[in-house]
């Protein structure tokens, strides 16, 4: 088998920077990550900002829903970090839940929280969005900056295009998501850029309790239609 025809590559070394070994690295990710994963079910995946501090009235609730959840036997997943991540994983350890992080290697090195019980860390973040995706019956978006926001669309998206199960997509705090949701009702949809019925798979919420019912209400149906 030709390797290179231009590069003389003469060691194990050389062979693991280019592409080809770039492969088996992702395929290594996927079966590493989904044999620590496939055991959690159901799991509530929460995502947020890395910046809220302990102070922060969103962390005080990403930790409240956390330990409500986890009391109701739902799996937290998080990603690992601090922030909203850490407050959810406190919540979901201190209530003897199951608290998971799916870390990712970054720049400036973003250390897994104490609270995480079983901890799977990623090279590439289009395989930890995978895993986020394959495993959640419920996504719960509290305030955040860009990578929030991109977790929240591409939610929104694969559950648009029917590439994910419908499953609840919460954005928790009305008073951060007053003017995303009225750009999205008032541009997006008016101008027909997405569908009226696009509305529909997000919903919003202010307390734990509000959250809980969500998803009992969406597992209801679900066990209705089998």
């Not at 770039?22 to 910046?51: N, Q, W």
Request: proline content about 4%; glycine content about 6%.
């Amino acid at each position: 088998m030709v390797i290179s025809k231009n590069k003389n590559i003469s060691t194990v070394e050389d062979f693991t920077e280019t592409e080809p070994w770039r492969i088996f690295r992702i395929m290594s990710e996927f079966t590493d990550a989904t044999e620590a994963l496939s055991d959690y079910r159901p799991t509530v995946v929460f995502f947020g900002s890395a910046k809220s501090s302990r102070n922060d009235k969103y962390y005080k609730m990403a930790e409240r829903t956390a330990a409500l959840l986890a009391k109701h036997k739902y799996n937290i997943v998080t990603g690992g970090g601090p922030g909203i991540m850490e407050a959810a994983n406190k919540g979901a350890f201190k209530s003897g839940g199951e608290s998971l992080g799916l870390n990712i290697a970054l720049p400036m090195e973003q250390k897994p929280n104490k609270y995480i019980k079983t901890l799977v860390n990623f090279h590439y973040f289009f395989i930890r969005k995978v895993m986020f995706m394959r495993y959640a019956m419920a996504f719960l978006i509290f305030p955040g900056g860009y990578g929030t926001f991109d977790e929240l669309f591409e939610a929104l998206t694969l559950i648009q295009t029917k590439r994910s199960d419908r499953i609840p997509v919460i954005l928790i705090g009305s008073e951060f998501w007053r003017g995303l949701v009225k750009f999205m009702e008032e541009e997006m949809a008016e101008r027909g850029y997405i569908e009226k019925q696009d509305l529909k798979i997000y919903k919003v919420a202010d307390t734990p309790e509000e959250v809980l019912k969500i998803i009992k209400q969406v597992s209801k149906k679900r066990k209705h239609k089998k």
